[in-house]
């Protein structure tokens, strides 16, 4: 059965790019095929474009600019909605991961599965935020391959040579399921609220497509499934995450092909970088020549102010090689594998990863100029930091879990023993694993989010955790 919206969804903001003091946006809305109403600036119409269609539902996006120097509004509607919009000044970003779970998402009940939206939502009305940043797995899409007979028994159980008929019927069904859960996230009046007055910008991680996907084995995601699943993965995460289709990437995408889907955001005194390690990704490399080559050209790129680097998996991480060689040895572990391949500590991206780290040290070290790494993924808060030499350091902020259940207690005291091996890929640069401020254990099993803040020219961070509150800020 299509899946059907009762009433239109949005507006969701997102900010394509950032010039001459303009903030350049694209509101999403979804309708069930009607048209919807145009936003309206200073008595000034802007039209609604289709950029997808569904069985029974049509996105549009509207493109249009605010002042990225001073606070504005926009109305739609018969509504207005304040944006808060100044870059250059006193300034507060949200960070979120993890917006989801992987089994049974769809069905949770409201109240408790937005819960951290809702406290992000008061946080808003507190102190109005400028952006809100998406640090991955915006979307838990791994329940999307079930129902069809192509998929169903994905990854374990697919055919090896399915008929082109099957395979475009197959490209239907996830379409459309892709479609109602992004459809069904973004309906939630708790995220709905935040979204049409703060505009996003987010970057994708392995559940946006698929647990593991990129570390699962070749026979799996180079199939004829698998790359349907992929293909159909992209073209949402285009249109639901950035309000746009294929050849019409705004301009803070490096790649206008969009063979990768790292992207950029400059001000004078703020970058915000975020390499897409998944589109590029297999068994043996997180990202490919685009990927790098991007990374190379902002290592290279002067910048002022502060650099705020997304990796969806975070690049400060303990030892887990222990970890990883214990699961392959055990056959009733090695369905976890993935899940420690997934992150550049793994063995296989050893290499990879030093060259990361070197490469975000010389950032670091450039005259002026300062970076923080923003991570997700592993659904806990935790900090970490790697010395730089001549007296700086690298912060990791780790924030995952707005939606996503906590794990038990016992998992991030495993996680918390083994920083204490220490990892330092780099000798002359060691990593320390540290607990948030407040808190005694180097990780909390809590939901969360960061609030991430500049007053004075000066940044700090505090997490929001669900039942310890606010953390004292941490200066950066």
């Known amino acids: 059965m299509a899946y059907q919206i009762s009433q239109t969804v949005g507006p969701v903001l997102f900010l394509d790019s950032v010039s001459e003091a303009r903030m350049h946006l694209a509101a999403l809305f979804i309708t069930s095929g009607e048209i919807p109403a145009p936003v309206v600036l200073d008595g000034r119409e802007e039209q609604p474009q289709s950029i997808a269609t569904y069985d029974t ?25 304040p944006v808060a919009g100044d870059l250059s000044g006193d300034l507060r970003m949200g960070y979120v991961s993890c917006n989801g779970e992987e089994i049974g998402d769809m069905e949770r009940e409201g109240s408790e599965r937005n819960a951290m939206w809702a406290r992000l939502r008061e946080q808003h009305r507190t102190r109005p935020l400028s952006l809100l940043l998406h640090g991955g797995d915006q979307v838990y899409a791994d329940e999307v391959s079930n129902g069809h007979p192509l998929s169903e028994g994905w990854p374990d159980d697919i055919p090896k040579d399915p008929s082109r008929a099957d395979l475009a019927d197959l490209s239907h069904h996830l379409r459309e399921r892709f479609m109602a859960r992004y459809a069904a996230l973004y309906a939630a009046p708790e995220f709905a ?21 990129g570390s699962l084995k070749r026979s799996r995601t180079y199939s004829p499934v698998g790359q349907a699943l992929f293909a159909a993965a992209r073209e949402a ?39 897409d390690l998944r589109g590029e990704r297999t068994r043996r490399q ?76 010389d950032m670091a070290l450039r005259e002026g100029h300062d970076i923080t790494a923003l991570s997700g993924e592993i659904h806990l808060a935790t900090r970490a930091t790697m010395d730089l030499g001549q007296g700086l350091e690298l912060n990791q902020l780790v924030a995952s879990g707005v939606a996503h259940r906590a794990p038990p207690e016992a998992w991030a005291r495993t996680l918390g023993a083994l920083s204490w091996l220490g990892e330092n890929p780099l000798p002359e640069h060691p990593i320390r694993i540290a607990p948030l401020p407040g808190q005694s254990s180097r990780y909390t099993a809590e939901r969360n989010y960061l609030l991430i803040e500049r007053e004075s020219g000066q940044w700090q961070a505090r997490w929001d955790l669900e039942t310890s509150g606010l953390t004292p800020r941490l200066q950066l």
């Open 193 to 213: 609220w935040l979204a049409a007055r703060v505009p996003s910008l987010m970057q994708w991680d392995d559940h946006d497509i698929c647990d593991g996907w």
């Open 286 to 361: 997180i990202m490919g020549l685009g990927g790098w080559g991007m990374m190379n050209a902002e290592a290279n790129r002067d910048a002022e102010g502060h650099t705020f680097l997304m990796s969806s998996v975070p690049l400060l991480g303990p030892r887990l090689s222990i970890l990883e060689a214990i699961m392959v040895a055990i056959p009733s572990m090695q369905k976890y594998e993935d899940d420690l391949r997934d992150q550049w500590q793994s063995r296989a991206h050893r290499d990879e990863w030093r060259r990361m780290l070197r490469l975000v040290r």
């Open 237 to 275: 995460f285009l249109v639901f995450q950035h309000a746009t289709s294929e050849g019409d990437l705004p301009p803070r995408f490096a790649d206008p092909r969009g063979q990768h889907l790292g992207w950029t955001i400059n001000t004078p005194s703020l970058r915000i970088i975020a390499p």
């Open 57 to 81: 539902t049509t996105v549009w996006r509207v493109r249009f600019s605010l002042p990225a120097d001073a606070a504005s509004s926009y109305a739609w509607n018969g509504e207005t909605y």
